[in-house]
């Protein structure tokens, strides 16, 4: 055998299946096949019309299937924009219409345009004008971009606007404020932006290209469930967690519970904060994901859980695999009307 | 007393300026006011003698005492201010730089300037901002005013209008014009940032910025309000922020007409009192009280991962200042030895729910917590009008 015909099959094994839907159904079977097929679970809003739908997709990424199924209905979204801290978690479909931003799909991951951004700024570290194209990407089941605040970083990069002028920035461009707004826009908590740094350009002619790659360090997650008594363990990749002590108490909010969890290392240790994702799902949370506000000391972990009643589980997103990730998007003729 | 009588025991020079408060002219009035509001607060009486029927004139002259007055409180809580006297003609910037350090107890350094660099520079009882704004436009050059020095660089930059008021320098920094476009959206906005900025050696030195800058109204050359409110596809708002500085963040309407007319105030608080508190947890009360909050430790729970407890209060606490009155949001936890451990602040602030706290494992007997608390603040409210603003 090659070794490039045994790098193909390699890296084949590690791409999940294509998707291929031909068929015509009720949205939200669509939409539970589709899930179903990466393991994973769509919300939809209850206000999204019930209606069937025609959908042909062959040989797609999960966000290509996705967006075509979003795109037969015309009334659902999971592309709008949500500035909200801490960034909600789990994939839910919106009742908004569905609007067309350019895109580039590459496996199961999908790169966007959300829109550009003209800056002029005078200010105490002087003046200066530039542009930015913001490129969210999103992240599918099972794959967790991480630390999104500085992730992921532009790599060979190239911009050229409607006039055929390269427009990345160089040292010349020059960012003087002393406040940053419009720099990101955020989705759901498995996206990124990368906000591209330009010099000004005609936004309203837009780009004819932008191509490159977003570099980032994502991981694969798979969640645990743990039963909330004393001495129960789950087995991770990475080793094993498991519940030492559980304490309840209350204050003017009601009932909470505190668990400390250790976690015993298979191998070399992977730090908690980055082995485990805090997002969790508990039994009784009000929302499909809770953010639980950790408590490491060492291979401690302690979690605050408000409850109605004891939970009798809670399910943590384990990471595994982390690993830098190039993730190539190109973009042809990108104007906005 | 009429007005002219009194104009005429004011001195000739502010007697004029006094006259170009209502003069046609923006620039004019501005540097009039700027003027006025630097005097020495000891004409607060004779200004506030003076009467006029002219609306422009008198607006002024009572933004100039409300200025004049905000300083003397100042001068009264922060001691006297640092000024400067310094006559320069063709002198070494070396040297000038020093004497003016030494005169405003800053360290003061040049950066980048040819070894031979001379300055021609005039000031006469200039406060620290005043005397380093001066030091720039003459060296044709900028500062950075640091965590523990003064580095003046070659290079002009923008400048904004400026109030100058004792310790305190006050200014737009930033002027920010966004245009947005996406799918069938093209969107606009305008973006102002003010700023207050204090000497770093002030006694009281503590301060805590809650809300530090506070804007009352941005109007525009019509008349009309300019405000606006944030944009949904502005993402997080993020202040770089300097040392010594308080900054605000506003939004306008970038096709409103200008020049626009920002007025507020600052708001500042710094410590001027402190104490003590002790809350024992060796007995069944774990409280204290002090003036009209009982703070009292709940939730007090152990585990191997570490102490967690909750500090809440009895009542629901009504002070907008608590937040920040627990100093640095640091506590102390005091073990059977009476060895202290240091607590991480989680969350929360002095109220029912309250701050949770946690500490590292192994604290045996926990005997007590020991904060230190603000008992009074000094509220520095400077007034403000700025003119001739622009968006680009």
Known sequence: MTFALLIALLAAAQDPPKITIEKTGAFADLVRELASKRGTKIELHKDIEAKDITISVRDAGYFEALDALCRAHGGANYTEENNRWPRPAGFTLNAKPWVEYPASHHGDFKTMIEGFVGFRTRSVDGEGAWARARVIVFGPPGVKILGTDDNPMPVDIEAIDADGKDVRADAATQINEQTEVAVRTFRDDNTACLSLVMKPFDLSKGLRTLKGKASMTVADVADVRLNVESGQRAEISAGSLAVTTVAESRDVLGPKWRLTLKYEPKGKPVPLDRLVDFYARYDGSRHEREYLSPRIEGDLVEIEVRAPHRPAWVELQIRSNVRTLELPFEFKDVVFK | ?392
């Open chain 2, 1 to 392: 007393m009429t007005a002219l009588l009194i104009l005429a025991l004011l001195q000739d020079d502010v007697a004029g300026w006094v006259d170009k408060l209502a003069n046609d002219d923006i620039a004019t009035r501005e540097e009039a006011t700027r003027r006025l509001a630097s005097m020495d607060p000891a004409a607060i009486e004779t200004l506030e003698k003076i009467k006029t029927d002219d609306l422009e004139q008198r607006g002024r002259l009572d933004e100039v005492l409300a200025i004049l007055r905000a300083r003397r409180k100042l001068a009264g809580v922060f001691g006297p201010t640092k000024r400067a006297t310094i006559s320069a003609r063709g002198r070494k910037l070396g040297d000038v730089l020093a004497e003016l350090g030494r005169a405003l107890d800053e360290k003061l350094e040049g950066d980048g300037f040819a070894a031979d660099a001379t300055i021609d520079l005039e000031l006469k009882e200039s406060t620290l901002w005043e005397s380093l704004d001066a030091l720039a436009a003459a060296a044709k050059a900028h500062y950075e005013y640091e965590k523990d020095r003064v580095v003046l660089r070659p290079g002009r930059r923008p400048s904004f209008p400026v109030l100058y008021a004792e310790q305190f320098r006050v200014s737009p920094v930033e002027l920010k014009r966004l245009d947005y476009i996406g799918p069938g959206k093209r969107e606009s906005a305008g973006v102002i940032v003010l700023e207050a900025r204090y000497q770093r050696n002030m006694k009281p030195g503590q301060e805590v910025f809650h809300n530090a800058v506070v804007v009352k109204s941005v109007v525009d050359a019509s008349g009309d309000s300019a405000a606006a409110d944030g944009v949904e596809w502005g993402g997080i708002t993020l202040l770089k922020g300097r040392p010594f500085a308080a900054q605000k963040t506003i939004f306008v309407n970038p096709e409103a007409p200008g020049p626009l007319r920002i007025e507020g105030t600052t708001d500042i608080l710094f410590v001027l009192d402190e104490k003590e508190i002790t809350v024992p947890l060796d007995g069944e009360a774990r409280e204290t009280k002090e003036g009209d909050i009982t703070f009292i430790v709940q939730d007090l729970t152990s585990s191997p991962a570490g102490i967690s407890l909750t500090l809440a209060s009895k009542e629901n606490v009504r002070d907008e200042d608590a937040a920040n009155r627990m100093v640095g949001h640091a506590l102390t936890l005091f073990d059977a030895a009476g060895k202290g451990h240091a607590g991480r602040w989680h969350r929360g602030s002095i109220g029912r729910v309250g701050m949770l706290f946690t500490f590292p494992p192994g604290i045996e007997k926990p005997q007590k917590l020991v904060f230190r608390w603000v008992t009074k603040f000094h509220r520095v409210e400077i007034p403000f009008t700025f003119e001739g603003i622009q968006i680009p």
